[in-house]
């Protein structure tokens, strides 16, 4: 695998992107089913050329999938995982509609490096729940400040609703037997994947660097939906809720 992702050429990131898809879908099945809505929601609310944030974008899942439904939207990329951006940089070499840029998203000062002070959109999908709740709160009233009036926020996550645990647990359990069942047949989970970069050429050393960065992760404590509408509404939004979910996840649109 690490040898037919890199050629003399460097590496095949068409390659890299299909095998993050696949590793990615392992845990959200319906992974493309949300993505299909949030573009659907940027299309009602923003219309067809929006210049997006792509907030956490890792290897631009978003931005790819806006630009193939929107040829004339563009795409600001925020992340700070140094592996990932590799792999973003090298999809959208030589399109101007795409920018990315490095930030820490726990930095006050994060948004100073983005090409644009205001967006239509900012979008982010899987990646919030790495923030604990303070912070997440925090980063919300930046993100307010970055959507111009009439413009949108969402957020595609895992979101848990602490008052259902019996529902909570079921879905768990049935989830993670898919899961399994999904592994026996051959599926890469995170940590596959992640050696699978070590081994690379050219991901190598952003992979190192990256695992200096954020060690191994743990996740932060994963509100509800209805703690996410609400804050977003104290942080200067009109309107929030969920506009899709899952028995386990859910598309939080926010409308300013
Ligand atoms: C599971 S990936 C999802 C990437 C992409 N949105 C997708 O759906 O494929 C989570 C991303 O969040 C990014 N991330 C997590 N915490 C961050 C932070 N504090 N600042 C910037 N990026 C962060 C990680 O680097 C990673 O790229």
């Given at each position: 695998m690490a040898d037919a992702t890199t050629t003399d050429a460097g590496a095949d990131w068409a390659a890299w992107q299909e095998s993050w898809d696949r590793q990615q879908e392992w845990y959200m099945p319906d992974r493309e089913e949300r993505f299909r809505i949030m573009l659907d929601m940027v299309e009602a609310l923003v219309g067809t050329a929006p210049r997006v944030l792509d907030l956490a974008c890792g290897t631009g899942s978003i931005t790819a999938r806006l630009l193939a439904r929107f040829p004339d939207a563009v795409s600001t990329g925020v992340d700070l995982d140094p592996a990932l951006l590799a792999i973003a940089e090298g999809?959208?070499?030589g399109d101007d509609r795409v920018s990315f840029v490095t930030a820490d998203l726990k930095d006050p000062r994060w948004a100073a490096g983005l090409p644009y002070d205001s967006y239509d959109a900012v979008l982010t999908a899987t990646a919030l729940h790495w923030l604990h709740s303070e912070p997440l709160a925090v980063l919300y009233g930046q993100v307010a400040g970055l959507v111009r009036d009439g413009g949108v926020f969402m957020n595609a996550d895992h979101m848990i609703d602490d008052s259902t645990p019996r529902i909570n647990a079921a879905e768990r359990a049935l989830r993670h037997r898919h899961m399994d069942q999904?592994?026996?047949?051959?599926?890469l989970d995170w940590a596959e994947w992640w050696q699978l970069a070590?081994?690379?050429?050219?991901?190598a050393g952003p992979t190192a660097r990256r695992f200096e960065i954020y060690g191994e992760h743990s996740d932060g404590d994963m509100p509800s939906a209805a703690w996410h509408a609400?804050?977003?509404?104290?942080?200067?939004?009109?309107?929030a809720r969920a506009v899709?979910?899952?028995?386990?996840?859910?598309l939080l649109l926010a409308l300013k």
């Amino acid at each position: 695998m690490a040898d037919a992702t890199t050629t003399d050429a460097g590496a095949d990131w068409a390659a890299w992107q299909e095998s993050w898809d696949r590793q990615q879908e392992w845990y959200m099945p319906d992974r493309e089913e949300r993505f299909r809505i949030m573009l659907d929601m940027v299309e009602a609310l923003v219309g067809t050329a929006p210049r997006v944030l792509d907030l956490a974008c890792g290897t631009g899942s978003i931005t790819a999938r806006l630009l193939a439904r929107f040829p004339d939207a563009v795409s600001t990329g925020v992340d700070l995982d140094p592996a990932l951006l590799a792999i973003a940089e090298g999809t959208f070499a030589g399109d101007d509609r795409v920018s990315f840029v490095t930030a820490d998203l726990k930095d006050p000062r994060w948004a100073a490096g983005l090409p644009y002070d205001s967006y239509d959109a900012v979008l982010t999908a899987t990646a919030l729940h790495w923030l604990h709740s303070e912070p997440l709160a925090v980063l919300y009233g930046q993100v307010a400040g970055l959507v111009r009036d009439g413009g949108v926020f969402m957020n595609a996550d895992h979101m848990i609703d602490d008052s259902t645990p019996r529902i909570n647990a079921a879905e768990r359990a049935l989830r993670h037997r898919h899961m399994d069942q999904a592994k026996a047949a051959g599926a890469l989970d995170w940590a596959e994947w992640w050696q699978l970069a070590a081994q690379d050429p050219v991901l190598a050393g952003p992979t190192a660097r990256r695992f200096e960065i954020y060690g191994e992760h743990s996740d932060g404590d994963m509100p509800s939906a209805a703690w996410h509408a609400h804050t977003l509404r104290e942080k200067g939004f009109g309107e929030a809720r969920a506009v899709w979910c899952s028995p386990s996840d859910t598309l939080l649109l926010a409308l300013k």
